[in-house]
């Protein structure tokens, strides 16, 4: 090959490159705005980077470098959070769609969520914006106090931070919540509980609820699965209980993956060791999703194995998700076996709750009811 | 962040500084070497010194102040020591260019020391094999990759573009290696077709957890290390059977292509007939590669080949009395757990049992399992409770006794017509046989599309089930056509539904491009649409009023759910997320249509993200790649480049016009592969140009041709006569064909060695690939099937001035 006809290869390709639309090759910058950015909590500056305290990752970030979790980036020597501010995600659920079975039935609660998350599940239900960064998503402009308004206008009685995972969006979750507790709302976290132990202390003063995903009960289907560890999360559910926010599991039965018996058994028996028996346990249905497409769903005898298994265990309130008109919807009071709630969907058809305690035998009831 | 592109760029234009200098005599060749010597060496020492300190550093723990500096500067300098290194190999590549190169002489020597004997048969009947197993091989490839990864058109053009890659490097390689053995390779191939799918499989299980689907890399990678084995011998054979041929018997090496056309054309009609009705896929891969052996055995003329052909015979009966495909399919989702395995015309249909539960897949993709409550509830009540006195339903796709439970809830129904593209899916799920004995149900196994072109009828709610628009073949049934098909058979008030889409917290930009397209599209025959947000989001459409209280009429009219009810469902909530949906779709985003498919554009942007990220790196750089006989070709490389590209263009281009005439593609399909092999195998067979002068008018003749079908594509489409317009959509692949098929006789007829067969042959490769990366997947979506050819017509002309400017540059600086 003569060197001027290298020269033109080159720059042929070089020319080729250029007009390719960067939307193409993936090669753009996300793009936030300057007021979304604030400066994150629990930043550390160590000999190799600023490092982020949040989560278990612990990244340590150069300049211009984004975090694992795509929310938080080096700027001028400090860590900034990108999402502030700017949720992707906006909608009115009901509580119980969290699922949130023993916290303040039958109310709405407005529900946000930025770009991001600190796993990577492969069966993420909203991949499209745990896998994002908040320049990748089209944003609403919502900043605390918006929240609080937005809350108050649609009738709701809680703030859900949801959908992909809040411990990414940190200060913005932290912000929020303590404004609406101002304002006598609720705060509910929605999360993979995989979050360092001092940020969850300073989070759990402004948090009344929280739905943990337990996703594993194995350490090794934890790194598979989803990229994360389970002593995490462990530990985060024994701290949120110790710290007085109301606390509910949620344990996706993913075919292959975790719906092993041996290992639902081991998860419960650690559960009431640990003195998780009152906590609600929701065992939820998969269906295919994101990169776990080629599986079947749960298969409803599975489930209601799992739930036996739980019941068995010692755990007082199991419950079924994504399976409507499941037996397994209903609370009921542990010491007399009385229906205590009849759950029809979100909704309650009949409640026999009375200042937190049974109607009929007058025993208390696990949870916050008003 | 290291500066890569940065340091990149200055080196090049360092690079061409210096260069520029010692052309025009500013500073001599010696010190421009000396220059970039010099620039070596520095990168060179810092690298080194810098990463030898660091890992000392790393080894011994040294915590030194500072040392992440040194990090730095050992990746910048290292990345300007490879940039340098770059720069020094384009000074050095004859040498390593010489090393592969062998003598022409040792060639032509080592193939007269191969006499005809040491074939296993006639080489014009092994020249057909080769083509018969090559064709079956790559369509059944085609057909499992799409299985494993998804069946959109980038993953398609991959396949294709990785399979041609991989022929072209064969070709090359046997143009430039004179010791082989054409009588191994013969005996190879088939070996090499069990290899390649046995690695397919292997992979695809080593690669992917349970039931993940592989992301876009992966894909490629598996993709590429099965095809190694067999498109390296194909391509190698054929080449160095064509020069053989040529030598020893004196067959031109267009007639070589011919005869290996000419097989690859019996296998698309055997494809056509068997696969599918009579054969499932791996049962199809095996029973080719032992008819391979057969064949070749038989016409040996030696027992011991014989003996070979006896054994493969017992092993095919074995092959087409047994199952295979279960038990591989088995291996392939062994999460899944199948029961069932079957290959129909439209796709694979699996049946499995987990843990007591039967499901069903399609194409590896779940289609309908027990339990599918929620679902199935939404898939029939939220269009149903929109009509006040429901009497005719038409139930598109979706399986039928699903949704039956449902639809009977509506006492009002007096027929109940169900629409189902794929026979063999009807007859796997074996209890419909049962329901199509009631009086009121109408079971009809045909095209969406051509049902509702051709009907009569007249349907008071129409509900498609139909996947998603995530390629072309499916975007149509999102087309103005279609919707324009389905207006026509609603009654007045009648109602029409569809899932345009997943419906997570949050729509993607990407999925809201599609939603937005198919939004567009229903707004021109429907007055009101309303969008419902449930597992996808349901699109109801009608030209009377919509109301959001679905779980108040539910209870109105005492129809009794366990998902769509009032427990469930809350009418504010539902009006909250309408007004979402409506708030987000944008009205500047085109409508979808047959000639202008752009939904999958979007479509396929959001699978790439699924995929992996959406970077669409590899196929642009493969673009890139396959555009270099078209820069740095000779005229007759660029000539034979730009004839595959635009044969390849046409072909896809046929396939989406048949589809829209005639609906069923995939029986047409082989036909539409067929003709284009046989119109290459005339053109490369007789002399057509037998008027050299003629032949360097071939580009502007396809750009012609080109800029006709352009004009001609949108009558085609719309044409009453269902017959005429699939017949002249199937024809207009042949001239094109005939065109390239007779430019690859001319052009390698006068070659004198196998490098010369090799270099065309590699350039007839890269265009059909680039034909087939860029056109179905982005030129037809973003532009259209018109402006696609009238690209196609100008990449022709282009060719013909460039070569034609070449010339006369050439003649004036002689």
Redesign the interface.
Known sequence: ?K?R??????L???G??SL?PAS????SQPQVRSKNYRPALFQEET???IMCNICPNECVL????LSDCRNRIVKNGRLYTMAYGNP??A????VEKKPLYHFMPSTLTF?I?TAGCNLAC?NC?????S??SPGD??NYDLMPDAVVENTEK?NCKSISY??SEPVTFYEYVFDSATLAHERGLKNILVSNGYINKDPLLKLSKVIDAANIDLKSFSDKTYL??TGGKLEPVLNTIKTLKNNGVWLEITNLMV???T?NTDEIKDMCKWLVSNGFSDTPLHFSRFQ?M?????????????INRAWDIARQEGLKHVYIG????THASDTICDKCGRKLLER????ILSNNIVNGRCKFCDSPVSGVWA | MYHVVTIGIVSLILYLLTLAGSRYGIISRRKHRIFWNIILLITFIVTAGAGIFLALQSNYKWNIEGVEKLLNWHVEFGTGMSFTALIHLSWHLQYYYNIFKKDQGRDEEALKVKSNNQLPCNPGLLMIMLGFLSGTIQVIFLREILNLSGGYEIIAGTVFAVWIIISAAGARLAGNNSNFNLNALAWGLPLSAVLSFTILILLSRLLTGEGVIPGYYITLLITTISLLPFCTISAFLFVKLSYFSATSRKITAGSSFATETAGSMISGILITLLAGSVIDNYQLVIASVLLYIIILGAFSGRQRFGIYSVAASLMLVAALITDPDTGIRNIILDSVKIAKSKDSQYGNIAVSNYGGEESIFYNHRLISYEQNIKQREENIHYAMLQHENPVDILLISGGLNNHLPELRKYKTIKSITYLERDPELLAMTSDIKDTVTEADINVISDDAYSFVKKTGGSYDVIISLLSEPENIVSSRFYSTEFFSNIKRILTEKGIFMLRAGGASSYLSKEQTGVLSSVYNTLKNDFTEILPIKGESVYLICSSGDLSVDIPGIADKRGIENSYVNRYYLSKDIIKYNSLQVNELTDSTISKNSLNRPVVVFYSQKHQMLKAGNGRLIFPVIAGLILLLPFFAGRRKSRTMFTSSLNLAGTEIMALILIQSTAGNIYQLAGLLIAITMAGLASGSYFDIFRNKRALQYTAPVLGLTAIFYAFISSPLLNMENVLLSTSLSLFIVFIPAVVAGSYYRSATLESKDSLSISSVYFADLCGAALGFLIIASVLVPLFGIKTTFLILAFINFASYITGQLSRIAGKVFK
């Not at chain 1, 006809?5 to 080159?10: A, I, L, N």
């Not at chain 1, 990169?291 to 749960?298: A, F, I, R, Y």
């Not at chain 1, 994504?322 to 008109?325: D, E, F, I, L, M």
Request: proline residues 9%; positive net charge; aromatic residues 10%.
């Open positions: 090959m060197k006809e290298f020269v033109r290869r080159c042929i390709t070089a080729g490159i390719c193409l090759t993936g090669l000999a190799k980077g150069k300049e211009g470098e992707c995600a909608n009115l659920d009901p529900s969520a492969m239900q909203n991949w499209t914006i896998q994002k998503t089209r649609y949801t959908y598979k699965l075919p292959e993956w719906d295919p994101y990169k776990l497409e080629q599986l079947p769903p749960t298969p409803v005898d599975v994504n399976v409507p008109g029809r969907g979100y909704r």
